[in-house]
Structure formats: structure tokens, C-alpha cells
Nanobody
């Protein structure tokens, strides 16, 4: 189960932090991502984080070009929570933001059909 929080309204140039609490998933290797869907548009991948294991856990991050340098995805493994820090927000960032998760790699992190677990979404308005 994935539950998002942290959405809201903010002025252009402002910041928001989204969180996604995950439960019931204990994959050693996993990909968790953020997607968004603006009115009248298809859902698109925003960012993702891969958790791998090689004797110890490590992470790799992925971003859409439109958010690079402004958004930061992170994961609190102890709390099994995914975050998306969004800075320098623009009106075009307005959308419903969803978190998603799947076991395995993040090679196709922007392909929504590869993700089996989804949150309910949280609205971000800029």
C-alpha cells in the first residue's frame, strides 16, 4: 500500500515536499517512482529511485529533463518512505502526483505500466 501526502497550493518559485509511505513491501531490490498527470494530459514519469543490494543497500536516482535541478527524490529506508522535494515550482508543474513501486530495477522507470503498486495521488497546484 502506498499513501501520498504533502500536496497543496504554492506560488510560482515556491517549494513543496511530497511523501509516500509504503507498507507491505519488503523487496531488497526495488524501484519507487513519482509520476504526475496534468489535466488533459497523459501521466508522465517525474523521478525514481532504485534501491539495490550488494552486501549493503545503495541507491540510484533518475529524473525527467523537465525537473532536473529542481526536484530531488529520496528514500528513508528505515521508515520505508519516499520523498520528492520540489523547488522552483512552475505553473507547468501543476498536476496530480502519484507514487508507484515495483520490485526489481529502474531501467524503465518512466513506464507507468511496469509499476504494480500505486498511491491514490496528491494534488499540486502552482
Amino acid at each position: 500500500q502506498l499513501v501520498e501526502s504533502g500536496g497543496g497550493s504554492v506560488q510560482t518559485g515556491g517549494s513543496l515536499r511530497l511523501s509516500c509511505a509504503a507498507s507491505g513491501m519488503t523487496y531488497r531490490r526495488s524501484c519507487m517512482g513519482w509520476f504526475r498527470q496534468a489535466p488533459g494530459k497523459e501521466r508522465e514519469g517525474v523521478a525514481a529511485i532504485y534501491t539495490g543490494y550488494n552486501g549493503f543497500s545503495y541507491h540510484s536516482t533518475y529524473y525527467a529533463d523537465s525537473v532536473k535541478g529542481r526536484f530531488t527524490v529520496s528514500q528513508d529506508s528505515a521508515k520505508n518512505t519516499l520523498h520528492l522535494e520540489m523547488n522552483s515550482l512552475k505553473p507547468k508543474d501543476t498536476a496530480i502526483y502519484f507514487c508507484a513501486a515495483k520490485a526489481g530495477d529502474c531501467y524503465r522507470w518512466a513506464e507507468e505500466r511496469d509499476f504494480g503498486y500505486w498511491g491514490q495521488g496528491t494534488q499540486v497546484t502552482v
